[in-house]
């Protein structure tokens, strides 16, 4: 039977050419060294038919160097089959042919990519993901495993620069972690370029395979300050212990920290629990000063820091279209304050 409770998580100036990818860490490598240098992300909002104008000249504008493409597969609850079908069921963007689209016209503006297949439990949360069985257990891993190697298969053969073999499963590293260790070796076999996991923000210490990968992923959903437009000091103020926390724990490991999701909300109260904000998001009042407040803190307190390689701002509208309809409160920053706060430190201005 599978076990599953409500969500109670998040499900988080640049050159026209971009420098050389160095080899990848080793066990012996610095903790100071970035593989890929600073990476100013965006993750991108699947459309549901092509790109009607390229959206990439709109990346590199605000400055991103970097975009993440997530396919969306589905697990319907009270099921342990992972569902994803690229004939029908799925948006343009999340199938392999908009995928692929997607990477081509990313790598034609010497823009990076991350394919991130993430699951998408209706109602529920993959942090919480548990069966009773054996058998159920092993039934989610054969349908999780081909999904994940159809899309490393499908970022090896386009290049995709980096792979996240997985978002938020908490539960399921914790009670199957001999099943990610073999997964991540299959991947490497389909995959030969860098790889990360999307951790949660609350149990990033407890993934056992970081070594095994490039970088340390996690969702920087960080609860910071409750206050309806916290200040940016007292936003810098609540990241300091944050801080200090990843800064031991990627020296510990031997591995840059990477934040595979980072967003808020523009409304009251958006540098706390986010998560908790979507459940009545249409009756919050917006407050566009908050999330750019947010922004600001988050990369005064980590941009300049040799041990942070970045992340993937949650979100993007690729020409203001996708498969979740746009919000004037919702996490992208588009046409807001927070778009300014992002150019100016993506674009470095």
């Not at 908490?170 to 860098?194: E, F, V």
């Not at 095994?212 to 810098?236: H, M, N, R, W």
């Not at 203001?320 to 100016?344: A, C, I, V, W």
Request: glycine letters at 6%; aromatic letters at 14%.
């Amino acid at each position: 039977m599978l076990l599953l409770v409500a969500c109670t998580q998040p499900p988080t100036k640049q050159s026209s050419v971009l420098p050389p990818i160095p080899e990848v860490l080793s066990q012996s490598s610095p903790s100071t060294t970035l593989p890929f240098g600073r990476m100013n992300g965006l993750t991108f909002v699947a459309p549901p038919e092509p790109f009607p104008v390229n959206p990439m000249p709109a990346v590199r504008a605000v400055g991103a160097n970097w975009i993440a493409i997530v396919p969306y597969a589905f697990l319907r609850p009270g099921t342990a089959d992972v569902i994803f079908n690229e004939h029908s069921g799925q948006w343009w963007g999340e199938r392999p042919e908009g995928a692929r689209e997607s990477i081509r016209l990313a790598h034609e503006a010497d823009i990076r990519v991350m394919l991130k297949p993430q699951v998408w439990i209706p109602r529920a949360w993959t942090g919480t993901l548990a069966f009773q069985s054996d058998e159920e257990w092993e039934q989610w891993e054969k349908t999780y495993e081909r999904y994940i190697l159809r899309f490393a298969a499908l970022a090896d053969s386009t290049g995709v620069d980096m792979f996240c073999i997985g978002t938020e499963f908490n539960a399921a590293i914790q009670q199957r972690p001999q099943y990610w260790h073999q997964l991540i070796q299959k991947i490497k076999k389909t995959y030969k370029g860098k790889l990360t996991y999307s951790a949660n923000w609350d149990d990033w210490d407890k993934v056992p395979f970081w070594a095994e990968l490039d970088c340390i992923g996690l969702g920087g959903y960080f609860p910071l300050v409750a206050a309806t437009t916290p200040t940016v000091q007292e936003l810098k103020a609540a990241w300091e212990p944050i801080k200090e926390r990843l800064r031991t724990y990627s020296k510990q490991q031997n591995r840059p920290i990477l934040f595979t999701e980072f967003g808020y909300l523009s409304v009251d109260s958006s540098g706390w629990r986010n998560w908790e904000l979507e459940r009545d998001i249409k009756r919050r009042n917006i407050n566009e000063q908050a999330q750019a407040n947010c922004y600001e803190a988050l990369f005064s307190t980590f941009q300049h820091e040799h041990w942070w390689a970045g992340g993937f701002l949650w979100k993007w509208f690729p020409n203001m279209r996708g498969h979740e309809g746009y919000s004037e409160r919702d996490y992208t920053p588009q046409g807001k304050l927070g778009e300014n706060t992002l150019r100016k430190w993506y674009r470095g201005e």
